[in-house]
């Protein structure tokens, strides 16, 4: 999507387009390795991980359209990225650009929440564990992380944020085994070292391009100094 958009350049002949390229094939693979493939347990935990199945499809239904929702997903939010990049770029302002998005997000939320829930007394807010999950998902789920990807897009560009998505899956991993105390597999600790090398692969391309970047106008002014005085001293003879 941004090789369509241009607004990142593929050339296999660079080492640094090649560590890009490989690194993100790597971090797909991992995410895939973490989601298909559970293997034997590793860590025990003493609570008993149930699996909800409560819309009346078949697991292999479910797998179906879980796996076609998420490919829609993962397309639209390929292009959100590419539309905040080009509009963050014409009007750099971070927290406007926050706040505009955060109140369509608000707007799109209350239409889809009516419509799934029609009973008025659901809407009712106590003071429990349910009102500090709304508060938490509120500052820190939206508002936080609406400016920090707006940010480092501005500063790096879509592609760097889009390579952290990977390693969210193996936070929720890694949070789910401490706090919630879910069974680790062996496919989540493989899938998660699968992404760790794809990721800094993808880290160390990204930044031998930027120094490239960087040098390339160093070596222009370090070329017209070597010429300066050759023009001077053909004007002096002259």
Known sequence: MWMVSRMEKLDLRVSSSCAKSIGTIVSITGALTMTMYEGPPIVFTS????KLNGNGLSPQASWIVGGFLSAIAACMLAILLVFQTTIIRAYPAELMVTLICCAFVVMQSSIVALIAERNLSAWKLRPDLELIAIVYSAVLVVSL???ATIWVISQKGPFFVAMFKPVGIVIAVVMGVTFLRDTL?????VGAVIIAIGFYTVMWGKAKEEKMLQDIPAQGMESSSHNVPL???TTLQA
């Open 231 to 233: 023009l001077q001293n």
């Open 47 to 50: 609570s008993t991980s149930t």
């Open 185 to 189: 597999y062996l496919g989540s600790v």
């Open 145 to 147: 992380r609406s400016v």
